[in-house]
């Protein structure tokens, strides 16, 4: 149980075009999802925490105009990268929370490339 | 800021040995520690977690100490084998219900030799 699917696992993107990833609970309802942001050879750095039904919270740093999130039902959170520049190409990655417990599931990823 | 200090950043293992990764964290207030592991292109997968009111736990060649008075957690592996090499990553939680996250270490490459 608990599987979070994760699409597209690739995308290569020009400059100047929007690129959205989707995060789908499968077998579970999430109230609440995360959005990260991996580099090669580096960790998760949290982005911003997608809540059903609210708006998101971002971390520091973090353009929210940018990086749009909608998280507009349990099962569905959605990052959409704008204007996207080569700067932005990385790895993406999206889990969400299983019940009250503080358990994550994690979706498989998402590399983007921007050329 | 709350962070998680992760080491050794890489560590080779020959199959059969046994493999340690430690963590520190900085928050007295986190009460949850999953340990993932990673495979190249992937997502992390959860393999071991442990909840502040104990101090071990064991799931077969998968083993987690936390020792709250230092903020220290560490992760054991024993009887290594190849398909243990992956990066693994250690988290803490923080923060409240309505603000509740991890901060996640920064990432340990094993690699088990064969």
């Known amino acids: 149980g608990a599987v979070v699917s994760q699409h597209p696992s690739r995308v290569i993107c020009k400059s100047g075009t929007s690129v959205k990833i989707e995060c789908r609970s499968l077998d579970f309802q999430a109230t609440t999802m995360f959005w990260y942001r991996q580099f090669p050879k580096q960790s998760l750095m949290l982005m911003a925490t997608s809540n059903e039904g609210s708006k998101a919270t971002y971390e520091q740093g973090v353009e929210k105009d940018k990086f749009l999130i909608n998280h507009a039902s349990l099962t569905l959170s959605t990052l959409t990268v704008t204007s996207a520049h080569p700067e932005d190409s990385s790895f993406y990655i999206c889990?969400?929370?299983?019940?009250?417990?503080?358990?994550?599931?994690f979706g498989s990823g998402t590399r983007l490339t921007v050329v | 800021g709350e962070n998680v200090e992760q080491h050794p950043s890489t560590l080779s293992v020959q199959e059969g040995d046994s493999a340690v990764i430690k963590c520190t964290y900085s928050d007295s207030a986190s009460n949850y520690f999953p340990w993932y592991k990673q495979e190249l292109g992937k997502g992390p997968q959860l393999i071991i977690d442990?909840?502040?009111?104990?101090g071990e736990k064991k799931d077969q060649r998968i083993a987690v100490t936390l020792n709250k008075t230092a903020k220290h957690f560490s992760l054991h592996i024993t009887e290594t084998q190849p398909e243990d090499s992956a990066v693994y990553f250690c988290?803490?939680?923080?923060?409240?219900?309505?603000?509740?996250?991890?901060?996640f270490g920064t990432g340990t490459r094993l690699k088990v030799l064969a």
């Open positions: 889990s969400a929370r299983i019940g009250g417990q503080g358990n994550l599931a």
């Open positions: 988290a803490a939680s923080i923060g409240t219900s309505g603000t509740y996250k991890y901060i």
């Open positions: 442990i909840r502040s009111n104990v």
